[in-house]
């Protein structure tokens, strides 16, 4: 029992991976189940390590943006002015609706509620009436930066201050695909796939070479049959598609009270 209340995931894990390679069995469906474990993969998985996001030529324009949520955290990455590439919360500063959806090229970041306005660095430019608030300080209202970082023409985000650089991390795999000349690789081709299922699910079967070998003409068809995705209805919610697409969405930063 994790809490004295119900099934303890962590320790289901580990009793699993303790067993001999010999006796290895799948995963718990603690894992796939419980909040207990949801919970512990936010923490401890999505919101520390780097994700990616796409290809860097994708966003070639000062403007050109693309979002996503990583951890319950909604957030931008966008092309700068200054030609630079820079990730931010995508969490109006004033009463917490999402600011941009899907990918695009802006001029300015204009909030859909209130109509509060961002340059593309996430300064605050404009507030409506706020100019009668002898508190209110515009500086104090930029969207918070998030890390982003390019490595051969990825462009990866982390919530973590503190991780480790993506090239560093990524250091024995540079050297395997050097010869690949990633770097000049140009974005020809995007879609955009929700899976309402438990990512994990969807990582197994990416991975597992059974699958590749006897479901590589219809991969998706495979995937798409009830029996291969029945874990969808234990699954509490699916870790890595949910957005925030209206307001009142939770946010890490805390904001000032100083708003209308
Ligand atoms: S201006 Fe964005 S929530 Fe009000």
Redo the contacts with the bound molecule.
């Keep these: 029992m994790a809490d004295g209340s119900g099934p303890d995931p962590i320790a289901d894990l580990r009793a699993n991976t303790d067993a001999p390679f010999e006796r290895a069995r799948a995963m718990p469906r603690s894992v796939y189940t419980t909040d207990t474990f949801l919970a512990a993969e936010l923490d401890h998985i999505f919101g520390r390590d780097w994700y990616c996001v796409g290809r860097a030529d994708a966003l070639s324009q000062a403007g050109d943006y693309v979002t996503g949520t990583l951890a319950g955290e909604p957030f931008i990455v966008l092309r700068g002015r200054d030609g630079a590439l820079a990730a931010m919360s995508n969490v109006?500063?004033?009463?917490?609706?999402t600011?941009l959806e899907g990918r695009g090229n802006t001029r300015a970041i204009v909030?859909?509620?209130?109509?509060?306005t961002y340059n593309l660095d996430g300064t605050l430019r404009g507030?409506p009436a706020m100019e009668q608030n002898d508190a209110f300080c515009k500086s104090d209202y930029a969207l918070p930066k998030i890390r982003c970082e390019e490595w051969l023409g990825w462009v990866f985000v982390t919530l973590d201050p503190d991780a480790t650089p993506v090239a560093q991390q990524l250091a024995q795999v540079e050297a395997m695909v050097s010869g690949y000349d990633m770097t000049n690789y140009t974005e020809t081709f995007y879609e955009e796939h929700v899976w309402d299922t438990n990512w994990k699910v969807l990582a197994e079967n990416l991975w597992r070479a059974t699958t590749c070998r006897s479901a590589t003409r219809a991969p998706s068809a495979a995937c798409r049959g009830s029996k291969t995705w029945s874990a969808r209805r234990d699954c509490p919610r699916s870790t890595i598609t949910r957005s925030s697409r209206t307001?009142g969405c939770a946010s890490r930063w805390p904001i000032p009270t100083t708003i209308g």
Excluded at 111 to 116: D, I
Aim: aromatic share 14%; glycine share 0%.
């Design positions: 109006c500063r004033h009463r917490m609706s600011l909030c859909p509620y209130h109509a509060w507030a307001t």
